[in-house]
């Protein structure tokens, strides 16, 4: 059952010039699948919309409807609002830039935070729960994966001008070559004249994609791990030690450095780009893991009436 009102979720993400990692940049598209946990108001939410924790609601954005379930609210002080540690925090379940908050809040009378947990996009008065982000090929094989009709019968997938620019920004994210990045405005060309890309593209186009989501996964677990038990370099860098990794970021210059304990570096991210990418299902299942344990952590702080 639906309770209270639609919270309004119109805005395009804030990223003031900074590299976007995520595929998508409206709030309400980061909260379909890609980790936007929370929004921020200028007023009780629990109040303006008629809900309280636990409920499901909806968030509408443009034309899409997506269900959540209602976390806690509570006040930002503007104390918060220029802690730095807190507005990499907040940047990290808003997937605005850091800077996002402080030019949005500072010096309003009455600012809340409310969690939130994305459950589906809401259609027809059902919730339909989302499946990995969608790519053009099958992961689990090298052919190219044909969309399925309700008949059963299978077909080639269609490659749009949007696709390709998709893959664009996140290739020149990924540190690829002019040379490469060239050959995808060529494959746009031949679109333009009717030529869908060859198999060889889009399984490139695919892998591209997939490396893109791990990283940006990694980053953000490993920027949440270094929150909450990094130490501050001086150079503002934020370091952790770990027992089988360390890492290394630097959240205004948007460099990140993943090592393993014998030096081999893992992940390399200079200015938001990537230069070296060793990231296999292994690392990404030991910072789950992490990012596991620092979800149980919290639930246990809050249980004992703690606030990180």
């Known amino acids: ?17 900074e590299t976007n990692l995520l595929p998508v940049d409206t709030c309400i598209d980061a909260m379909r699948g890609y980790g936007r946990t929370h929004t921020t108001r ?41 802690d730095p540690v807190y507005q990499q925090q907040w940047a990290n379940i808003e997937k605005h830039s850091p800077k996002a908050l402080p030019e949005l809040f500072t010096g309003k009378r009455q600012v809340w935070g409310l969690h939130l947990e994305p459950l589906g996009d809401y259609v027809n008065g059902e919730i339909v729960p ?18 399925t009709e309700s008949d059963g019968v299978e077909n080639r997938p269609i490659v749009t001008n949007d696709h390709l620019r998709n893959w ?45 989501r791990n990283i940006s996964r990694l980053t953000q677990i490993a920027q949440r791990i270094g929150m909450l ?25 948007r460099d990140l450095a993943i090592a393993q304990k014998n030096g081999e570096v893992v992940l390399s991210l200079q200015s938001g780009k990537v230069q070296i990418n060793k990231v296999t299902p292994e690392v990404l299942q030991t910072f789950e893991q992490a990012n596991s344990q620092i979800d149980q952590f919290v639930a246990k702080s809050k249980a004992q009436g703690m606030e990180i």
Not at 53 to 69: C, H, S, T, W, Y
Not at 176 to 201: C, F, H, N, V, W
Not at 239 to 253: P, R, S
Request: net charge negative.
């Open 42 to 82: 200028a007023y009780e939410p629990y109040k303006q919309y008629g809900f309280k924790e636990g409920d499901i609601a909806l968030a509408n954005g443009g034309n899409k409807q997506v269900a959540f379930r209602v976390g806690k609210q509570y006040e930002i002080t503007q104390s918060m609002i220029a």
């Open 130 to 147: 989302w499946t990995e982000p969608k790519t053009l090929i099958n992961s689990s094989h090298n052919h190219e994966v044909a969309e």
């Open 168 to 212: 664009y920004d996140v290739a020149d994210k990924l540190g690829k070559s002019d040379q490469y990045k060239q050959r995808i405005m060529e494959i746009a060309t031949e679109l333009d004249s009717g030529q869908q890309p060859s198999q060889k593209a889009l399984a490139a186009m695919n892998k591209d994609t997939e490396d893109h």
């Open 229 to 253: 038990g990094g130490v501050t370099l001086e150079d503002g860098s934020t370091q952790v030690k770990g027992k089988m990794y360390d890492l290394t970021f630097n959240t205004e210059q």
């Open 1 to 17: 059952m639906i309770s209270g009102k639609p919270i309004p979720m119109n805005y395009p993400l804030i990223m003031h010039g």
